[in-house]
């Protein structure tokens, strides 16, 4: 219905052949022609870049969350420990504040074991700067001396 609609008189026994979808799929719409569909996870559009893009867009704005706030560096540290030795505390801060990163940058040059950690977080978020403040503390404290 939506090509006879679209293409009326011009509506020919070719560009009904474009109606031929898989059953169950669901309509991706297309303001410039021929609807694509997605079928169990797989996404078909016409083969015309002029078609594909905005209907690409249109379904990646849809299936992908919007971007959070700009992220912006609240804190750098640096510890006198190995990578290895808060890897699981780093892990477990991360699982706690899904929204926070935290990069951890092994100090080169031969020098002794030192790491930085930089969190990244949102401004507003208050709760991941104040559990990484507390996260530094406690290694510092097990990792002193």
Same mark, same amino acid.
């Given at each position: ?50 078609? =594909?893009?905005?209907? @690409?867009? !249109?379904?990646?704005? &849809?299936?992908?969350? /919007?971007? $959070? #706030?700009?992220?912006?560096?609240? +804190? ?40 930085? =950690?930089?969190?990244? @977080?949102? !401004?507003?978020?208050? &709760?991941?700067?104040? /559990?990484? $403040? #507390?996260?530094?503390?406690?290694? +510092? ?5």
């Amino acid at each position: 219905a939506l090509l006879a609609a679209h293409y009326g008189e011009r509506y020919t026994a070719q560009r009904q052949r474009m109606a031929d979808l898989p059953a169950g799929c669901e309509l991706l719409p297309n303001p410039g022609g021929a609807p694509g569909f997605a079928a169990d996870g797989v996404y078909a559009f016409p083969g015309f870049p002029r078609m =594909l893009q905005p209907m @690409a867009r !249109a379904l990646l704005e &849809a299936l992908l969350p /919007a971007p $959070a #706030a700009p992220a912006s560096v609240t +804190r750098d540290v640096t510890l006198a420990v190995m990578e290895g030795d808060i890897a699981l505390a780093v892990e477990a801060f991360c699982r706690e504040h899904p929204r926070a990163r935290v990069g951890i940058y092994p100090a080169a040059g031969g020098g002794p074991p030192a790491v930085t =950690l930089r969190l990244r @977080a949102a !401004a507003a978020d208050r &709760a991941a700067q104040e /559990a990484f $403040a #507390a996260l530094v503390e406690r290694l +510092r404290d097990e990792f002193a001396g």
